[in-house]
């Protein structure tokens, strides 16, 4: 985060760990919420996402561990505008609204900064702005959202809109993306 504090989501007790800029632990959190933690990422404003895709919901809390929000029907994967079907992973754009991999929906939905749908693309399949599974997500600097599509073996290249705008293939499986500065880093 802002201050350099580490977070770490696992399958472990506590589900979320906390570390400090020396690799201190400081405190954990999440015991008994998760089915299948699988995803964290912090917002512009500190807050520390979840993404938990055996209960099909998004996570928001505060550094300190307090929950502040679910997004989505808790133990129930949904479609259409209400919920989530095993959500891997979601990223923030400058306007801070939240883009999330749907994977079991085979999309990706965009939330406004409230958690509120906005629209959703994609589906599944092996076409352009299809996906096999939609497992990781990074955003630039133009908004722009990349999707790790995990089994179609390429990262997808969208719009903030959802305008397919490139494959990028070659890459094994993208389980992880992440930008720093402009180089975009996959790990397969």
Same mark, same amino acid.
């Given at each position: 985060?802002?201050?350099?504090r580490i977070?770490?989501?696992?399958?472990?007790t506590?589900p979320?760990l906390?570390f400090?800029?020396?690799?201190n632990?400081i405190r954990?959190?999440?015991s008994?919420l998760f089915?299948? =933690?699988h995803? %964290?990422?912090? *917002?512009?404003? $500190?807050h520390?996402?979840t993404? #938990?895709? @055996?209960n099909h919901v998004l996570? &928001?809390?505060s550094?300190?561990?307090?929950?502040?929000?679910?997004?989505g029907?808790?133990?129930?994967?949904?479609?259409?505008t209400?919920?989530?079907?095993? =959500?891997?992973? %979601?990223?923030? *754009?400058?306007? $801070?609204n939240i883009?999330?991999? #749907?994977? @079991?929906?085979?999309r990706?939905? &965009?939330?406004?900064?409230a958690?509120k749908?906005l629209?959703?693309f994609?589906?599944?399949g092996k076409?352009?702005?299809?996906?096999a599974?939609?497992h990781?997500l990074?955003i630039?600097d133009?908004?722009?959202?990349?999707?790790?599509?995990?089994?179609n073996q390429?990262?997808q290249?969208?719009?903030s809109?959802?305008e397919?705008?490139a494959d990028?293939?070659?890459?094994?499986?993208?389980?992880?993306l992440v930008?720093f500065?402009n180089?975009?880093i996959a790990?397969?």
């Open positions: 985060d802002a201050a350099d977070y770490v989501l696992h399958r472990g506590p979320v906390a400090d800029p020396e690799l632990y954990g959190w999440g008994g089915k299948v =933690p995803g %964290l990422r912090i *917002d512009p404003q $500190g520390v996402w993404t #938990d895709n @055996g996570r &928001k809390f550094p300190d561990g307090e929950l502040l929000a679910t997004i029907v808790e133990g129930e994967p949904k479609s259409g209400d919920g989530f079907r095993a =959500p891997d992973d %979601l990223v923030f *754009d400058s306007d $801070g883009f999330v991999a #749907d994977a @079991g929906n085979g990706i939905v &965009k939330l406004d900064p958690g749908f629209s959703a994609g589906k599944k076409g352009p702005g299809e996906f599974t939609a990781s990074a630039d133009l908004n722009r959202v990349y999707v790790g599509d995990r089994g390429r990262v290249v969208f719009s809109h959802g397919h705008l990028w293939t070659g890459l094994g499986n993208p389980f992880g930008f500065g180089e975009l790990a397969e």
